[in-house]
C-alpha cells in the first residue's frame, strides 16, 4: 500500500520561505512522476508542480519562479521549496504520485504578518 507523508509546513511571515517534503512508500518510487497540489480555503485543489523520473520539472504559470520541486531518489522523498510567500500562498499543500489517487494527508502553509 502506498502512503504518502508530507510535513514541512508553518507559519511563515510574508517574504518568508519554507521546504516542504514528502516521503513515499510502498512504490518503487524513483520510477514515477510526482506532483505537489495546493488547496486553499474554499477553492478547489491545483497543481503546483510535478516532477518525472527523470526530474524534468513543470510548473502552473503562478507558481514559476517562486517554487521549486525536486526529488531526492535514495531518500524516497520530493522537496517543494517556496519563496518570497504571499498571504495568497496560504493553503494546504499535498503531494501527489502523479496520474493516481494517492495523496498524503497534507501539510499547512499560513503566511501572515
Known amino acids: 500500500q502506498v502512503h504518502l507523508v508530507e510535513s514541512g509546513g508553518g507559519l511563515v511571515q510574508p517574504g518568508g520561505s519554507l521546504r516542504l517534503s514528502c516521503a513515499a512508500s510502498?512504490?518503487?518510487?524513483?520510477?514515477?512522476?510526482m506532483a505537489w497540489y495546493r488547496q486553499a480555503p474554499g477553492n478547489q485543489r491545483e497543481l503546483v508542480a510535478s516532477?518525472?523520473?527523470?526530474?524534468?520539472?513543470v510548473y502552473s504559470n503562478f507558481a514559476e519562479g517562486q517554487f521549486t520541486i525536486s526529488r531526492d531518489n535514495a531518500k524516497n522523498t520530493v522537496y517543494l521549496q517556496v519563496s518570497s510567500l504571499k498571504p495568497e500562498d496560504t493553503a494546504v499543500y499535498f503531494c501527489?504520485?502523479?496520474?493516481?489517487?494517492?495523496w498524503g494527508q497534507g501539510t499547512q502553509v499560513a503566511v501572515s504578518s
Open positions: 501527489n504520485q502523479w496520474g493516481t489517487e494517492v
Open positions: 510502498g512504490i518503487i518510487f524513483s520510477i514515477y512522476t
Open positions: 516532477i518525472t523520473d527523470g526530474e524534468r520539472t
